[in-house]
């Protein structure tokens, strides 16, 4: 007997505005709302949009150690990480292979942690056991969080608190909004600028509902939010990054500084670096590309990528029509003689080959508020 679905805070709210929901990762999450998942992925592009993520995982790390301690288990400046400042990073295993990738930002009395929500429960024990005699590890569970996200995220949630607007990519504070404090970061999943708000569970419904309220605003649900995520090349953990992809073949040493590489001040010291430093010189097998479809033929995550000799060189993580590109675009990880921009391939849609060209992502630019 299949375990009962999780709600978040804003269920009823979702019933309410007529959401189709489905089950992702244990909770009971909306999909998409009668507009349809297209209306909401524009809505996003051109105005604001607003995201249920309250099934993520928030946790805090406390103690004047637990940056450190944190670099242990991952290959990430925590130490340098400055007050109110944020970073994108992930665990790692003894392979190099990627446990899950995360956001962590320094406050004021600790390190706040955004998990994603099917991994809440590893982490949170992978924590435990490794650092558990070095900081406290505190899930919080009564925490909701929304993504407001869009280029009139930051008008919209200025109407609540003008402060907010002060903020810029990567960075966060505390602010108050519609009577009650919240931990607001400039931040998101979908290549706009926008806002992710962590909240009592309690204020959750009130906030979205002030903010569906003002015009820029609408609800949106996981199906725009992996459009748009798509479009914006970032993973999906489990698809796009597993256990059994490093950072290297995934096409994220971007975010391993120079202090915890080879030759750096605190180099290695995480699980899996010799794997990863060794890759990082030598170069991987295969690696994480982008892929556009010259053919007006959806493919999707599973597919494989064969050369133009129908030889297997890969296999498709992540694909879909999106809104914005208007053609079938897809992540893919193909050996590394194919990963380089305007290379042409070929995915095996049921008995075709649809042909492809490696293009360099994200397939569209990035609007972050960078200041």
């Known amino acids: 007997m299949s375990a009962e679905l999780l709600k978040t805070p804003l269920h009823a709210f979702h019933v309410e505005h007529g959401a189709k929901m489905v089950p992702f990762a244990g909770y009971e999450m909306p999909v998409s709302y009668p507009a ?13 949009a607003l995201f249920d993520v309250s099934h993520m995982g928030q946790i805090r790390l406390i103690g004047d150690g637990a940056d450190r301690a944190l670099e242990s288990l991952m290959p990430i400046d925590l130490i340098g990480l400055g007050l109110n400042q944020q970073r994108y990073g992930f665990f790692t295993n003894s392979a190099g ?45 009564d925490r909701a969080l929304l993504a407001l996200q869009g280029p009139k995220a930051v008008a919209a949630l200025a109407q609540l608190n003008p402060d907010v607007a002060g ?30 708000i962590s909240m009592p569970a309690d204020a959750a419904e009130p ?76 170069g ?54 194919y990963a380089r921009p305007a290379a042409e391939v070929y995915a095996e849609v049921r008995l075709q080959r649809v042909p492809m060209r490696v293009t360099p992502m994200p397939f569209v630019p990035h609007r972050y508020h960078r200041g």
């Open 207 to 282: 906030l979205a509902r002030a903010l569906t309220k003002m015009r820029e605003v609408k609800p949106a649900g996981l199906g725009a939010r992996d459009t748009l995520r798509l479009e914006a090349g970032l993973c999906l953990y489990g698809h796009d990054i597993n256990d059994r992809t490093n950072p290297v073949h995934a096409g994220l040493t971007w975010a391993i500084p120079k202090v915890r590489r080879s030759g750096g001040e605190r180099e290695g010291r995480y699980p899996g670096a010799e794997v990863i430093a060794l890759q990082m010189t030598q």
């Open 167 to 196: 903020l810029v990519f990567m960075t966060g504070g505390s602010f108050t909004l519609a009577g009650v404090e919240c931990y607001v970061t400039r931040s998101g999943y979908t290549g706009e600028d926008g806002f992710e």
């Open 36 to 48: 349809g998942i297209v209306a909401e992925h524009k809505q996003c592009r051109e105005s604001a």
């Open 284 to 337: 991987a097998p295969h690696k994480r590309v982008g892929l556009v479809a010259l053919e007006r033929v959806p493919v999707r995550e599973g597919m494989n990528v064969v050369d133009s000799r129908g030889h297997r060189i890969g296999k498709v993580t992540s694909g879909t029509i999106t809104p914005t590109v208007d053609k079938p675009i897809a992540m893919a990880y193909v050996v590394s003689d």
């Open 97 to 141: 292979g990627i446990l899950d990738d995360l956001m962590v930002t320094r406050r004021d009395h600790d390190l706040l942690l955004v998990v994603n929500a099917d991994r809440k429960a590893f982490d949170t024990q992978h924590l435990v056991t490794n650092l558990g005699g070095r900081c406290q590890i505190v899930p919080l569970p």
